[in-house]
């Protein structure tokens, strides 16, 4: 495997961690270091780190915020 993609991986740690528990990634990375950019899609669709979960997120917590203001009244 390439310095600069060990790197990366190691800089950064949601990547890092993932690995560890899908080890299979190494197999394909070690042959072709373009398939990262999957693996980083996995890595956020698996940790819920992709925009349309962050969305969801804030959408919970600003319903959660309304009800509890409703409460309030």
């Known amino acids: 495997m390439r310095v600069d993609t060990i790197n990366y991986i190691r800089n950064n740690p949601p990547l890092y961690q993932y ?22 899609q996995d890595m956020k669709k698996e940790y819920k780190l992709t ?10 917590k600003m319903n959660f915020i309304s009800s509890f203001l409703e409460v309030l009244k």
């Open 19 to 40: 690995l560890k528990y899908h080890s299979y990634w190494y197999k394909a990375i070690n042959r072709d270091s373009k398939l990262l950019k999957e693996l980083e």
């Open 51 to 60: 925009p349309e979960d962050k969305i969801n997120r804030l959408n919970e």
